[in-house]
């Protein structure tokens, strides 16, 4: 069974950071563009970074300079480290290839507090 979980989130002061993790059971996704995504409460899921296959990284625009997103593929599992934390960047965060083709998982939450 593929599963994506997420983990790392949490509470953090803005100008904060915090490292997500996103570990993948199942199957090996070294051969696949990585993504992560956030949901902020009564917003649809958007797309926040990605990673190619080639380790190419990628993010939108409000979060370069602020969010790196890196792949450990011996570990099958993709980590976002964020830094410069913003209020508006509080959602639950979710991880998937891209684009998405997996169940999603659980999030993890990130609340940043002004």
């Known amino acids: 069974q ?14 904060g950071s915090l490292r997500l993790s ?3 059971s199942g199957t090996s996704f ?7 995504y956030r949901q ?3 917003n649809q899921r958007e797309y926040v970074a990605s990673i ?3 380790s190419v990284p990628n993010a939108k625009d ?7 997103i890196s792949r450990d593929n011996t570990k099958n599992t993709v980590y976002l480290q964020m830094n ?3 209020p508006e960047d509080t959602a639950v965060y979710y991880c998937n290839t891209i684009p998405p083709s997996i169940p999603w998982g659980q999030g993890t939450q990130v609340t940043v507090s002004s």
Do not use: H, N, Y
Request: with cysteine.
């Open 2 to 15: 593929v599963q994506l979980v997420e983990s790392g989130g949490g509470l953090v002061q803005a100008g």
């Open 22 to 24: 996103c570990a993948a």
């Open 52 to 54: 190619s296959r080639g």
């Open 62 to 68: 409000s979060v370069k300079g602020r969010f790196t």
């Open 30 to 36: 070294s051969d696949k563009a990585m993504g992560w």
């Open 84 to 86: 410069s934390l913003k």
């Open 40 to 42: 902020a409460p009564g």
